[in-house]
């Protein structure tokens, strides 16, 4: 049976099955003594071994099988959990995780876990694991030119065995070309040259693909087969220049334990994938995977030029729509309406193909900040709110190591030690709040720690030391635009360099490849309470819905996503509070903002009456003053290129059904 059309299904559920063994691993970490989370820990690594023992990766469900063996010890509580089997399960499923991907990237999913298998198999046994390090780390030593530097798969064993029955001997050869090697893929096919004609060659490490594209260090491994003397050979290919030496690693004797190791694992594989237990677990699976089979991959360019095409159709069907208004045509009207239905749904199909939950990128945080922790002695309180917020997939991609780099700044830099804390009366576990949320047409990602803030005076001071600014400028910054400082290219005011992070060095880079898909970053902080770290991302949906207004003799659209209300207000209900004019919204002040003003449009209107549009940003509200409303619509969100990247309230453009183009208002920039 080919199991390739399996393939697909087998790859997305190991990853959500892994996923579940990281997330459960850590709930245990913090209730050792629930047996639940044992129990779904031990269900999830039970399929997953199943699964890649009927797709025939058997690395993988050997180890997936032994680790089942350390679960079971612990349900049936044999084993006491403890951190430190707990780092080795952590070891094991990240090594699953190295399989799946090899599996993902057209490999075979061979990898070498001894270490970790010896680890494990050590606590179900219960040997000490600080012992059994010691000793690896001895026979690692003992074993480097004696051990098999390359894993065969069962195939491979099999063909080097039929050759040594056919009187062909077999040889692993370490070849080391010499450092100032320039042409090291010249010198790859010569040896090739020389081995094709003594024998053949079964496996090379690094592939042949990687030796051809020169992606590798000065050393390769070779199995060949021959009948051959090995010295003749060895001589040849140090004949060829800048073969700095030939080692022979084994021959067939060795090669024949290594085969007996395998059939073993492969016999206690295979009797484990036949009990009654699997079979039942294969059957619960089998809805699951009937609805996978329904979901297809699709190409994000395929999508990009769906997108264009349905950009180019909405702005026809605004012309149409402004065509039918102007020849008053009954038919027209009745087509555009039945077209804008479809269309409607359409595109609602399309935005929503492209939208991924974020916690698509936040799921793999808290495994993180778990290591981190530890590295640095410091308890860390990780809270994760609004994962479910959906984000368009090229954003998706491209915020995941800004967010980590942000999550170990405040690790290592804004929390402080548990005795630090614990002196300024805090509690010794630091709390760190990773949270997205959508806000009008962006999505905000906030990084909040509750560590020691940053301190103001000492950022100026070294600001102004290294040039960035004058001593006057110094004086008048606020605290937003101080705090921006710590984001200029080099900018440290660390103590003492870590190899974790560094307050200023690195945000340099995360502000830059924020700003690079149109987002922005700002800093909120206080001496003593912690940080903030703001983020605010476009949602890149390329058709929303606004509302039209007339500014002068200008039309602009305002988002329907941040707009909380309309009104008609008169001028005498404009108040003034520090300076600032406001208006009363149901007992609450809201500062008035003048669009005429903010964007420097000429207008001789002196009307009784003002036409408001209130607009939110979370819990702040602005009024933004316009002349006139002229409606709803769907519009498409246009860049507007290079050249007008930083201009102030505008987040691109869009073409009227008249042919005019009508600038797009960011209100989050207009809200104070």
Do not use: W
């Not at 970490?29 to 989370?37: G, Q, R």
């Not at 070779?222 to 090995?230: F, G, H, L, Q």
């Not at 016999?267 to 619960?284: A, F, I, L, M, V």
């Not at 209130?614 to 507007?640: C, N, P």
């Amino acid at each position: 049976m080919d199991m390739n059309q399996y393939l697909e299904v087998f790859i997305d559920e190991s990853k959500e099955h892994l996923q579940s063994l990281n997330e459960n691993l850590l709930e245990l970490e913090k209730s050792p003594h629930d047996l639940t989370i044992v129990n779904n820990i031990f269900r999830a690594a039970h399929t997953l071994k199943g699964m890649a023992a009927s797709m025939g990766y058997s690395d993988l469900a050997n180890l997936t099988h032994i680790m089942e063996n350390v679960l079971d010890g612990i349900r049936n509580e044999k084993i006491n959990v403890s951190t430190h089997i707990l780092d080795v399960i952590f070891q094991a499923v990240d090594d699953l995780e190295v399989m799946v991907e090899s599996i993902e990237d057209g490999q075979d999913g061979t990898h070498d876990v001894t270490i970790v298998i010896q680890k494990l198999e050590a606590i179900e046994k219960g040997v000490s694991i600080d012992v059994l390090e010691a000793e690896q780390e001895i026979a690692a030593t003992l074993a480097t030119t004696q051990k098999l530097n390359q894993q065969y798969n069962q195939y491979e064993l099999e063909l080097l065995e039929q050759s040594h029955q056919q009187g062909f001997e077999a040889y692993e050869l370490k070849i080391t070309l010499r450092s100032d090697c320039a042409l090291k893929a010249v010198r790859v096919y010569m040896i090739f040259e020389v081995l094709e004609n003594v024998g053949e060659v079964i496996k090379t490490t690094p592939t042949v693909e990687l030796l051809q594209e020169e992606q590798f260090d000065n050393q390769l491994l070779v199995t060949i087969i021959t009948k051959e003397p090995i010295e003749e050979i060895q001589e040849q290919i140090e004949n060829i220049s800048e073969i700095e030496a030939v080692e022979t690693l084994f021959v067939n004797d060795q090669l024949s334990e290594e085969s007996e190791t395998i059939n073993k694992e492969t016999t206690r594989t295979e009797g484990t994938n036949t009990s009654k237990d699997y079979k039942e677990e294969h059957d619960q699976n089998k809805p699951k995977q009937k609805d996978k089979n329904k979901t297809i991959r699709v190409n994000i360019e395929r999508l990009d030029t769906l997108m264009n095409l349905f950009e180019e159709l909405i702005i026809d069907r605004g012309r149409l729509e402004q065509i039918s208004k102007d020849i008053q045509n009954n038919e027209l009207a009745e087509t555009i309406e039945r077209m804008t239905r479809v269309s409607g749904d359409l595109q609602n199909i399309i935005l929503n193909m492209r939208m991924v939950p974020i916690e698509t990128v936040f799921n793999r945080f808290p495994r993180m900040v778990r290591k981190l922790s530890r590295e640095l002695g410091k308890e860390i309180d990780l809270e994760i709110l609004g994962a479910d917020t959906e984000l368009d997939r090229t954003v998706i991609d491209e915020i995941g190591d800004p967010i980590v780099h942000l999550l170990r700044n405040a690790i290592d830099h804004g929390i402080e030690n548990p005795s630090d804390r614990e002196i300024n009366g805090k509690s010794k576990v630091g709390r760190v709040v990773l949270q997205a949320y959508h806000s009008g047409n962006h999505v905000f990602i906030d990084i909040e720690d509750d560590g020691a803030g940053i301190n103001r005076s000492k950022i100026i001071n070294k600001a102004i030391e290294k040039g960035i600014i004058s001593q006057s400028e110094g004086a008048n910054l606020s605290d937003t635009e101080a705090f921006a400082l710590i984001m200029e290219p080099g900018f440290s005011t660390a103590e003492v360099i870590s190899d974790v992070s560094g307050r200023g060095v690195g945000l340099d880079v995360v502000k830059s490849t924020i700003n690079s898909i149109g987002g922005s970053i700002s800093i909120e902080s206080a001496i003593g309470k912690g940080t903030r770290f703001s983020i605010q991302l476009p949602l890149t949906l390329s058709i929303i819905s606004a509302m039209l207004v007339e500014v002068g003799h200008e039309k602009y659209a305002i988002p329907l996503s941040s707009i909380m209300e309309t009104a008609i207000i008169k001028k005498t209900d404009i108040l003034t509070a520090h300076n600032q004019h406001v208006v009363d919204l149901r007992g609450k002040l809201v500062p008035l903002v003048y669009l005429t003003s903010i964007f420097n449009i000429e207008t001789d209107r002196e009307d009784e009456f003002y036409s408001i549009v209130y607009v939110r940003k979370g819990e702040k509200m602005t009024a933004l003053v316009v002349d006139s409303f002229i409606g709803q619509q769907e519009i498409v969100l246009k860049s507007l290129g290079n050249y007008l990247t930083d201009v102030f309230a505008i987040s691109g453009a869009t073409i009227l059904g008249d042919g005019s183009v009508a600038l797009i208002i960011d209100s989050n920039a207009l809200i104070k």
